[in-house]
């Protein structure tokens, strides 16, 4: 079955710039999401099709993915930004990464 | 406005049963596909189910393999509603379950999840 892999954690201090990445077998010729999750709080898709983002969603955020690898940046992180972060792709079905813990600091 | 609101969810004994319920309003219902997607306290999401649909092809419902055999996933279009029968309930089907809507592959739209614990 498909795999996607995520660092379990890393942290920013306000206003630099985050990457969290999410590797996969040849992951640039699938699309790639993102969903970010508040403690308490149900996912919200911040990125989708590798790079578009939904209405309402902070310009800050994009996304890229070429070859085993996909991208999320956050440019002028802010506090509020902290949470885990999932990417998700298809396989047979809907595949998830097992989750980023950004921490703003 | 879209919204997705589950229900069903309790204690329940290893080996029982519960049947959750997704109810859909503020869009065509009959025209998305739908996913159920759990997370186990303190872990990540993982799919667990999804009922596809379209007028060409009619449905299909798909299972992870953790869940297939014991889970059955059914949607009723009249009712706007889709429903996860779960049976033979383990300790590690434990979590909160959320259905999300479906929209070319992407879920857009999450419902705020229902809490199942299995427990003795």
């Known amino acids: 079955s498909y795999e996607l892999t995520q660092s379990p954690s890393m942290s920013v201090s306000p206003g630099q710039t985050a990457s969290i990445t999410c590797s996969g077998d040849?992951?640039?010729?699938?699309?790639v999401c993102w969903y970010q999750q508040k403690p308490g709080q149900s996912p919200v898709l911040v990125i989708y099709q590798d790079n578009k983002r939904p209405s309402g969603i902070p310009e800050r955020f994009s996304g890229s993915n070429s070859g085993n690898t996909a991208t999320l940046t956050i440019s002028g992180t802010q506090a509020m930004d902290e949470a885990d972060y999932y990417c998700?792709?298809?396989?047979?079905?809907?595949?998830f990464g097992g989750g980023t813990k950004l921490t703003v600091l | 406005e879209v919204q997705l609101v589950e229900s069903g969810g309790g204690l329940v004994k290893p080996g029982g049963s519960l049947r959750l319920s997704c109810a859909a309003s503020g869009f065509i219902f009959s025209s998305y596909s739908v996913n159920w997607v759990r997370q186990a306290p303190g872990k990540g999401l993982e799919w667990v189910s999804s009922?596809?649909?379209?007028?060409?092809?009619?449905?299909?419902?798909y299972y992870a393999e953790s869940v297939k055999g014991r889970f059955i996933m059914s949607r009723d279009n009249a009712k706007n509603s889709v429903y996860l029968q779960m049976n033979s309930l383990r300790a590690e089907d434990t979590g909160v379950y959320y259905c999300?809507?479906?929209?070319?592959?992407?879920?857009?739209?999450w419902g705020q999840g229902t809490l199942v614990t299995v427990s003795s």
């Open positions: 040849k992951l640039g010729d699938r699309y």
């Open positions: 009922v596809r649909s379209s007028i060409s092809s009619g449905t299909y419902i």
């Open positions: 998700q792709a298809w396989g047979s079905n809907v595949v």
């Open positions: 999300a809507r479906d929209h070319n592959s992407l879920l857009d739209y």
